[in-house]
Every structure is written in structure tokens, then in C-alpha cells.
């Protein structure tokens, strides 16, 4: 088992090159720059930044300005330590921006409104830093009930060990949703070890290796699930790796987010070895999903308009990440999606300002012969299209 050292040790590292990565693609943007003859550059933006860099991400700055305003090369400013933002060449009366002051202030405003959990105040930064402090307790406590388990300990501390594990789950929950946050629970699962909860985990530990890759017949407990439906969903996963190389492991039956159909989850077999779920959430009620999901689509909510669009996206989830091999590759390849993010796919993609959900929207629309932005097909080809068949 790792110690609490290596596992700083290791963060530390990845940090490290993901802080590396993004100065590299700031040296590349000033050499096209250089070449097509401006100074100008835009500056990306994400939702939930740190305030200091709120004022600046998303504008237009001239080379100087990147360095008296942005704070280029300062260990707190653009592409300093833990900065994600990266900036690109803009040409005056040429390039278009993203994004419009108008559309920044206001994105600004609203995330500087506090909101209250538990009697105390959250601004979106703060939420966010929250979170990923939430996460880290809980996979402490995923360790301490594997560590648990290994020395053989007395059941009932096991047991009282998972029941504070998933008090800890339930309050990240009620916590993201007061915040208006998706959850990500993938930077807890990303352990390994999978599913940790009172009487849950060992039927699921090893399933990987024994369960055929179908929808499990635990499905049948969620509301209106039948043989029909059950087939259904089969049919649009086997109609979408009949076009595309899709690496799926697992079909898995769990508790998701309210209003959540489907999600993709990756894991950690028990080589080391990166893997993919599609879990589908046993909370639906499956009598209304098809009009539900129409009615996403009408208001412009979500780009899908059919159960196979929504496993689409998901799948999108999976082909983006599945050629990486281990959690450093995939933390990696994470942190650049996510600054791929585009604005106007769908009102669900920028509400989350997250890149893999804007290119999992867009390929949704790119299979359906909708228009979307050059950027994305662009994005689609890197990522996605690279695994059709």
C-alpha cells in the first residue's frame, strides 16, 4: 500500500508536468505569433478559476500586457503553477474572440455570488476547491478500509469504516448539488478500488474479469427497465462499436446524480491498468426517459435526442481516454481536454465550462449530421474519429 509521502510525491510530479505542458503551448503560440505578425493573444477561460485570474482569462492582451497584466512567468500568474490557462495568437480585425467582455462581467458576477451550505458561504472558486478537498478524504478513507481489509481486521470496524465512507459520499453529494457542481466521482474511483460501500463492495471488486459485457440483470430494478429496454440500450452500445473501435469493460448498475441517464467511468484493474464502465443510473425511471430526453433536445438543454445519442456521449468519454494506459497518462490527457472546452454546444456543456463534456456534446451533433464549430470536428478527428473502424 502507498504511503501518504509517494502519493504527495506523485501529485507534486503530475503537477509538475501539466505546469510544464502548458508553458510549452505558450513558447508554440508565441512562434505563431511571430509568423503571422502580431502581438496580440488570446487568453482561454474555464469556469471556477482562482479570483486573481478571473479578470484577465478570456481577453485579448498584447505580449507585454501578458506579463504586467496576467502575470506570465510569475510563479502565481499565466501558466504558473497549477494554471490550466494557455493563450493563442489573435490577429486585430481578422481573428473573432470566444468570448465578449459583456459575456466575461457577467460570468464573473455570478461566480462571485456566494452560496450557503451548512451555514457557511461558498463562492464557485471556493466550491470547487472544496470539492477536490472532499475527494481527497474520501480516497483516504477508500485506503484505510482496504488497509482494514488486508490486516484482517474485526468486521465491525471494517464496516464501521465503509458507513464513514459513505457518509463522506452522501455529504459530497448533497454538497455538489447546493453548489450547482457535477460530481466527480471519478477522481475518487480513479484509486482502483472501485465501489467502496456498506454491503456492496465485494460482489463488485473483481467483477471485470468474470462479467460479459452486457447490461447486468440488476438492471431490472430500475422503474420501468424491461427485456425491451434492456435490449434497447444493448443494441445502441453494439450499434456504436460497429462504427468505432470502443474499449468497454463494464456495464455497471449504480446510484447517479438526479436527472443523470448514463455517465462513463474509468478505473483501475487490478494490474494497474486503466478500464471503462458505462453505468447506468438506477435512480431513472425508465417509463419516461425517451420524453424526457426529447424535451432536453427541444429547449437546446442537451445535444442528444435519443437513448443511442446519450450513450454517444459517453462513449465519446471512453474513446478520448482509452488509449492511455495508467491514472498519470489519463490525469494527463485530462487536464488538455479540459481546456478544450467550447462555448454554444449545448447549455448542459456550458454550464459545466468542462472540455470533454463540450467534445462529447459536439460529437453527439457531429453523428448526427448537425453543424458544429470547426474547432470541434477538428477536436472530434484528434480524438474520437482516430478509433473508427
Given amino acids: 500500500m502507498r504511503n501518504d509521502y509517494a502519493n504527495r510525491i506523485e501529485v507534486a510530479a503530475r503537477r ?10 505558450g513558447k508554440i503560440a508565441e512562434y505563431n505569433a511571430e509568423k503571422l505578425g502580431t502581438e496580440y493573444f488570446e487568453v482561454e477561460w474555464h469556469a471556477g478559476a482562482r479570483p486573481t485570474h478571473t479578470i484577465w482569462q478570456g481577453r485579448v492582451w498584447s505580449q507585454q500586457q501578458l506579463y504586467d497584466v496576467c502575470g506570465l512567468g ?93 457518509g463522506q459520499l452522501d455529504e459530497y453529494a448533497r454538497f455538489s448539488k447546493q453548489m450547482g457542481l457535477k460530481q466527480e466521482r471519478e477522481r475518487i474511483y480513479i484509486d482502483g478500488r472501485w465501489r467502496v460501500a456498506p454491503g456492496r463492495i465485494d460482489k463488485k471488486l473483481n467483477v471485470v474479469n468474470t462479467m460479459k459485457i452486457s447490461v447486468p440483470r440488476d438492471a431490472y430494478k430500475i422503474k420501468g427497465m424491461t427485456s425491451e429496454a434492456k435490449h434497447e440500450i444493448e443494441a445502441a452500445i453494439n450499434n456504436l462499436k460497429k462504427e468505432y ?74 474513446m478520448t481516454y482509452q488509449d492511455c494506459k495508467n491514472e498519470a497518462e489519463f490525469r494527463t490527457r485530462q487536464r488538455i481536454v479540459e481546456r478544450q472546452f467550447m462555448q454554444g454546444i449545448s447549455q448542459y456543456a456550458d454550464k459545466t465550462g468542462k472540455g470533454e463534456e463540450s467534445l462529447a456534446e459536439a460529437f453527439v451533433r457531429y453523428r448526427n449530421k448537425e453543424k458544429i464549430p470547426i474547432r470541434a470536428e477538428l477536436l472530434i478527428r484528434s480524438y474520437i474519429e482516430r478509433w473508427k473502424k
Fill in 16 to 25: 509538475a508536468v501539466m505546469t510544464g505542458l502548458t508553458q510549452l503551448s
Fill in 74 to 166: 510569475t510563479v502565481t500568474g499565466l501558466c504558473g503553477a497549477n494554471c490550466y490557462h494557455t493563450y493563442f495568437p489573435f490577429v486585430p480585425g481578422v481573428s473573432v474572440r470566444t468570448y465578449t467582455d459583456d459575456w466575461l462581467d457577467e460570468q464573473n458576477r455570478k461566480e462571485s455570488e456566494p452560496t450557503e451550505f451548512r451555514g457557511k458561504e461558498y463562492t464557485l472558486y471556493e466550491a470547487k476547491q472544496r470539492q477536490r478537498q472532499m475527494e481527497t478524504a474520501m480516497r483516504a478513507q477508500r485506503e484505510k478500509v482496504q488497509m482494514l481489509q488486508d490486516g484482517d481486521a474485526d468486521p465491525d470496524d471494517v464496516m464501521l469504516a465503509k458507513c464513514k465512507y459513505q
Fill in 245 to 318: 473501435d470502443i474499449r468497454l469493460d463494464l456495464i455497471e448498475v449504480a446510484k447517479m446524480e438526479v436527472g443523470d441517464i448514463f455517465g462513463a467511468a474509468p478505473y483501475l484493474d487490478d494490474r494497474g491498468k486503466l478500464r471503462f464502465a458505462l453505468v447506468i443510473n438506477e435512480d431513472i425511471d425508465y417509463n419516461v426517459v425517451k420524453k424526457k430526453i426529447q424535451r432536453r433536445y427541444d429547449k437546446g438543454r442537451f445535444a442528444g435526442k435519443s437513448i443511442e445519442d446519450y450513450i454517444a456521449h459517453e462513449m465519446a468519454h471512453i
